[in-house]
């Protein structure tokens, strides 16, 4: 499921701004951009976004900030110190003059050593969890928002199915007789009808028939939509399950359609099917 949201933390003279995004994918997968001083508590922030998230693709990245500089030097004093009595040494050996000078002391390599401001882990730890908290509470705002919307224009997809249902189940007590009529029809086209044993033709018809029934599908039919609709009402990751349900219900229309004699069921397995596809695109941006 498709989601964001955005968290701000401070702490002394730190801030940090993190953003969490998702978008549909089978299983849950990570592309986490941290600051380097925050690399290490990478764990930490999957460890927690796997207790609300089930799947999805999810891109968190982050900005550190400081109110003064994270950098500080150190200054060599004795290495410049060696480095000075050696190059006046040298001076004298060559007989050259002494020119040092403080800017051409700086100059020299290894004189300074930049480093990082060290920030103690629960320092880092504090920063993370607080923007992380707010990241989370606003993602997880915007997935329910969209979590409704779907679960409301799926439900509103059973009704069109339910329907469509009552159409199939209407016409399939017609099932025999339309049969009976059809075998009739052929028979006197092939002018054969006279030549047919009329219990033979009953007992043929009424094997047809019950190859042909659908009423065992129609209640599975119906049993999966009623599955399908409470699951929808829970409030818990149901989206494999709406997944199986569907291919089960996707199975039942199929088979409902190749034994189908009537048109008017024809129809409607067509637009259960129509339906009944763009549900299973749909639950993809479920958990």
């Known amino acids: 499921m498709t989601g964001i ?65 994270q950098l500080t030097v150190d200054f060599d004093k004795e290495y410049l110190q060696d480095f000075v009595k050696s190059a006046r040494s040298l001076a004298r050996e060559l007989k050259v003059e002494d020119d040092l000078s403080l800017s051409s002391l700086l100059a020299v390599e290894g004189v300074f050593q930049r480093r ?17 908290d707010q990241a989370l509470e606003r993602f997880q705002s915007m997935r329910e928002k969209e979590g409704r919307k779907l679960a409301r224009d799926l439900t509103a997809r059973l009704g069109r199915i339910e329907r469509e249902l009552k159409v199939v189940r209407k016409h399939s007590t017609s099932m025999g007789a339309e049969l009976r009529q059809r075998l009739e029809q052929r028979l006197k086209a092939a002018r054969a009808k006279d030549a047919v044993d009329p219990q033979r033709m009953a007992q043929e018809v009424a094997l047809l028939a019950d190859r042909a029934t659908i009423s065992e599908e ?70």
């Open 218 to 287: 129609v209640e599975r039919l119906e049993s999966h939509i009623g599955q399908f609709r409470e699951s929808l009402e829970q409030d818990l990751p149901v989206a494999k399950r709406l997944g199986f349900l569907l291919q089960e219900m996707h199975r039942e229309v199929n088979t409902t359609g190749s034994k189908a004699v009537q048109l008017p069921v024809t129809n409607a397995v067509v637009r259960m099917k129509e339906e009944l596809e763009s549900m299973r695109e749909q639950i993809q941006n479920l958990e």
């Open 116 to 132: 990082e401001r060290e920030i103690p882990r629960k320092l880092r730890e504090q920063l993370l969890d607080q923007a992380l």
């Open 5 to 69: 949201g955005s968290g701000r933390a401070k702490v002394e003279d730190l801030s940090l701004n993190l953003e969490l995004r998702s978008v549909n994918h089978r299983f849950l997968d990570f592309a986490v951009r941290l600051p380097t001083p925050l690399s290490d508590l990478e764990p930490r922030l999957r460890q927690r976004i796997e207790k609300v998230v089930d799947r999805g693709r999810i891109t968190v990245s982050a900005e550190l900030q400081a109110r003064h500089s």
